[in-house]
């Protein structure tokens, strides 16, 4: 009953910020086009047409054909399929980690918070895009090493918000009385604490998906992300500037496309943090 | 003071030791030995090439006295030589003592970064105002949308667009490098103009992404600084609003801006990379991008440890230049 309220509660929030659903539509829409990318696509992403390459947009090839003569809409379509993939994976491993360093950190307190803390610090001085690059250079490009890569330099935003909600949930009543009638560690951090923290988890999850998603686009442009022939927005945007004297669309439309992505899942997740947020309901209904 | 600053120093060693451990872990991703890979990509590496990596890093040894021996030769600045043909210690690619001050990488990522910084506070601290108090008007709206469409916007794709619109068709600009083929050919005005004309292009879209978020930032602490109550003192006591808010107002504002600035170094940093290659900058960003190219370790290695000590360093100020602005942290 209570959880039921509660939802439709969020569900009348979320539908009445117009920014939110726009941002909910966008992405709702790249989920399509990544899933049906084949359906959509007039061409092999991969087929290369000597006798065609860097034309401009035509009824033919709406953005135009790349260097080799591969249809760049079919490219972007296919695109879309790997910075939605890069996005979820590297955002579930981020997510993973900084859950788990948060919970030990918030839960135990002491030295292990103290530790845990310090070397968030630390990872957080090293600029997370320079750590990257270094960490590339030893295992190499690729769109397995660089999910695990974004995944493995982004988790310390979740493991403080983690903490910070462990501190101020572990005092509570509920849980001490979990704690009196000897209920286990593990079981008190995972079903009686997080799961009462994971909305805040949640919405930064979205959040980082936009993250990584600027994150791959950028490793792909500098030619150390994802590898061609393996279209992503990012590639195509390095060919765009290797003909930026000649040939525009290879530029504007797949950076466009990350640029609506990227705010897609922003505005996405601002607004389910504001549908979430209990300070608001109170002033809206007050 | 005193002892709050000796704190603060005191608590940067261990931070240190972790970032020269987090580079360390990092030599050792590499599946097998970091000089196996190394042959894998150079099959023609040499024996005495192989032993002499071998000997750089100490690789024979354990790897507790691995770590040990390269962290004395950190302390001392020596970050071993680089791997690719001129030889060169890792020290000098960095900072060149030979060339001019101007001509060193470290020194052009950090004048560039600090003109980036300037550029993004003249901007930012009075957007973030006039939004703040014109909350909720149509200005207000038009700067809240134009912030999420900056945050959303990937700062190569900005310069893309840039250079093609102000380098190729117009071809106001230049789209690459910081001063032209003549420059040394140029009158003292010339070479001015000619330094700023390069800067534009690269300055612009670097600001461009930390505007968004600073910006966003000021509003916020404005909002909370004009609802407290010696606002509504001030205002009570009938003083003009312009009043209000540059004087009573502004200053309070602007403290966590302090702190920004700090947290936003690594950020802009990490930026470099990307504007640094897309620009055709001489500067550290260039560097590592061109190492881990080439795949050239000791540099990569020297490069992180360098620019990770620097953002310490960043912040460290940041925190030095609150202390001094607010008296309450202060006595």
Same mark, same amino acid.
């Given at each position: 009953?209570? +959880?039921? =309220?509660?939802?439709?509660?969020?569900?009348?929030?979320?539908?009445?910020?117009?920014?939110?659903?726009?941002?909910?539509?966008?992405?709702? =829409?790249?989920?399509?086009?990544?899933?049906?990318?084949?359906?959509?696509?007039?061409?092999?992403?991969?087929?290369?047409?000597?006798?065609?390459?860097?034309?401009?947009?035509?009824?033919?090839?709406?953005?135009?054909?790349?260097?080799?003569?591969?249809?760049?809409?079919?490219?972007?379509?296919?695109?879309?399929?790997?910075?939605?993939?890069?996005?979820?994976?590297?955002?579930?491993?981020?997510?993973?980690?900084?859950?788990?360093?948060?919970?030990?950190?918030?839960?135990?307190?002491?030295?292990?918070?103290?530790?845990?803390?310090?070397?968030?610090?630390?990872?957080?001085?090293?600029?997370?895009?320079?750590?990257?690059?270094?960490?590339?250079?030893?295992?190499?490009?690729?769109?397995?090493?660089?999910?695990?890569?974004?995944?493995? +330099?982004?988790?310390?935003?979740?493991?403080?918000?983690?903490?910070?909600?462990?501190?101020?949930?572990?005092?509570?009543?509920?849980?001490?009385?979990?704690?009196?009638?000897?209920?286990?560690?593990?079981?008190?951090?995972?079903?009686?604490?997080?799961?009462?923290?994971?909305?805040?988890?949640?919405?930064?999850?979205?959040?980082?998906?936009?993250?990584?998603?600027?994150?791959?686009?950028?490793?792909?442009?500098?030619?150390?992300?994802?590898?061609?022939? +393996?279209?992503?927005?990012?590639?195509?945007?390095?060919?765009?500037?290797?003909?930026?004297?000649?040939?525009?669309? =290879?530029?504007?439309?797949?950076?466009?496309?990350?640029?609506?992505?990227?705010?897609?899942?922003?505005?996405?997740?601002?607004?389910?943090?504001?549908?979430?947020?209990?300070?608001?309901?109170?002033?809206?209904?007050? | 003071?005193? %002892?709050?600053?000796?704190?603060?120093?005191?608590?940067?060693?261990? #931070?240190?030791? @972790?970032?020269?451990?987090?580079?360390?872990? &990092?030599?050792?991703? /590499?599946?097998?030995?970091?000089?196996?890979?190394?042959?894998?990509? %150079?099959?023609?590496?040499?024996?005495? /090439?192989?032993?002499?990596?071998?000997?750089?890093?100490?690789?024979?040894?354990?790897?507790?006295?691995?770590?040990?021996?390269?962290?004395?030769? &950190?302390?001392?600045?020596?970050?071993?030589?680089?791997?690719?043909?001129?030889?060169?210690?890792? !020290?000098?690619?960095?900072?060149?003592?030979?060339?001019?001050? #101007?001509?060193?990488?470290?020194?052009?990522?950090?004048?560039?970064?600090? $003109?980036?910084?300037?550029?993004?506070?003249?901007?930012?601290?009075?957007? @973030?105002?006039?939004?703040?108090?014109?909350? %909720?008007?149509?200005?207000?709206?038009?700067?809240? #949308?134009?912030?999420?469409?900056?945050?959303?916007?990937?700062?190569?794709?900005?310069?893309?667009?840039?250079?093609?619109?102000?380098?190729?068709?117009?071809?106001?600009?230049?789209?690459? @490098?910081?001063?032209?083929?003549?420059?040394?050919?140029?009158?003292?005005?010339?070479?001015?103009?000619?330094?700023?004309?390069?800067?534009?292009?690269?300055?612009?879209?670097?600001?461009?992404?930390?505007?968004?978020?600073?910006?966003?930032?000021?509003?916020?602490?404005?909002?909370?600084?004009?609802?407290?109550?010696?606002?509504?003192?001030?205002?009570?006591?009938?003083?003009?609003?312009?009043?209000?808010?540059?004087?009573?107002?502004?200053?309070?504002?602007?403290?966590?801006? &302090?702190?920004? !600035?700090?947290?936003?170094?690594?950020?802009?940093?990490?930026?470099?990379?990307?504007?640094?290659?897309?620009?055709? !900058?001489?500067?550290?960003?260039?560097?590592?991008?061109?190492?881990?190219?080439?795949?050239?370790?000791?540099?990569?290695?020297? $490069?992180?440890?360098?620019?990770?000590?620097? #953002?310490?360093?960043? %912040?460290?100020? /940041?925190? &030095?230049?609150?202390?001094?602005?607010?008296?309450? $942290?202060?006595?």
């Amino acid at each position: 009953m209570k +959880t039921s =309220l509660l939802r439709n509660i969020f569900w009348k929030r979320f539908k009445r910020n117009k920014i939110a659903v726009i941002g909910a539509i966008i992405v709702f =829409l790249l989920f399509i086009i990544a899933m049906f990318a084949p359906l959509f696509s007039p061409y092999n992403q991969n087929d290369i047409d000597r006798n065609h390459i860097l034309e401009p947009p035509s009824f033919k090839h709406p953005f135009g054909t790349d260097d080799l003569g591969r249809d760049v809409f079919s490219r972007m379509l296919y695109g879309a399929r790997t910075s939605l993939l890069v996005g979820f994976v590297a955002v579930g491993i981020s997510t993973i980690i900084g859950i788990f360093f948060g919970s030990i950190a918030g839960y135990y307190g002491g030295w292990t918070d103290r530790i845990i803390m310090r070397f968030i610090d630390i990872m957080l001085t090293i600029p997370t895009f320079f750590l990257i690059l270094a960490v590339i250079a030893f295992i190499g490009p690729g769109i397995w090493n660089i999910m695990v890569v974004i995944g493995l +330099t982004s988790w310390m935003g979740v493991a403080r918000l983690v903490r910070a909600e462990f501190l101020s949930l572990k005092e509570r009543e509920f849980v001490l009385a979990a704690k009196a009638i000897g209920v286990s560690d593990k079981r008190i951090i995972f079903k009686h604490i997080l799961i009462n923290s994971l909305a805040p988890v949640f919405v930064s999850a979205v959040l980082g998906i936009a993250g990584a998603v600027l994150l791959e686009s950028g490793l792909s442009f500098l030619g150390l992300g994802v590898q061609p022939p +393996t279209p992503t927005w990012g590639n195509i945007l390095t060919l765009g500037k290797d003909n930026i004297e000649i040939a525009w669309w =290879l530029s504007v439309f797949p950076g466009f496309a990350i640029l609506l992505t990227v705010l897609g899942y922003n505005l996405l997740g601002e607004g389910i943090r504001d549908a979430f947020d209990p300070r608001l309901w109170e002033a809206e209904q007050g | 003071m005193i %002892n709050y600053l000796f704190k603060r120093i005191f608590e940067m060693i261990p #931070t240190l030791f @972790g970032i020269t451990l987090i580079s360390f872990m &990092i030599l050792h991703l /590499a599946p097998g030995k970091p000089t196996d890979v190394l042959a894998d990509f %150079n099959p023609k590496i040499t024996p005495e /090439a192989r032993e002499r990596l071998e000997k750089m890093y100490n690789l024979d040894k354990p790897v507790i006295v691995q770590y040990v021996l390269w962290l004395n030769k &950190i302390v001392k600045f020596d970050f071993g030589e680089s791997f690719s043909s001129d030889r060169r210690p890792v !020290i000098d690619k960095i900072w060149d003592k030979k060339q001019p001050l #101007t001509e060193r990488r470290l020194f052009i990522t950090f004048m560039l970064n600090v $003109i980036t910084m300037f550029v993004i506070l003249v901007i930012a601290i009075p957007l @973030g105002i006039t939004s703040a108090t014109h909350q %909720n008007t149509l200005y207000d709206r038009i700067t809240t #949308t134009s912030v999420f469409i900056g945050f959303a916007t990937p700062s190569f794709w900005l310069a893309l667009l840039l250079m093609m619109f102000f380098g190729v068709y117009l071809g106001w600009l230049p789209i690459s @490098g910081l001063k032209s083929m003549n420059y040394d050919s140029l009158s003292l005005a010339g070479k001015i103009i000619d330094r700023i004309n390069h800067l534009i292009l690269p300055v612009f879209v670097y600001a461009f992404g930390g505007l968004a978020g600073d910006s966003r930032y000021m509003r916020s602490s404005m909002l909370e600084v004009i609802r407290q109550d010696y606002i509504k003192v001030a205002r009570a006591k009938g003083l003009p609003e312009r009043i209000v808010i540059y004087r009573h107002a502004l200053r309070n504002a602007l403290l966590p801006l &302090i702190t920004l !600035i700090g947290l936003s170094v690594p950020g802009l940093i990490g930026g470099s990379v990307i504007m640094e290659s897309i620009f055709g !900058i001489p500067g550290m960003g260039q560097l590592l991008f061109m190492s881990v190219m080439t795949r050239d370790y000791p540099v990569i290695m020297g $490069i992180v440890i360098i620019v990770g000590f620097l #953002t310490l360093l960043g %912040n460290l100020l /940041a925190d &030095i230049g609150y202390m001094l602005a607010d008296p309450r $942290i202060r006595h």
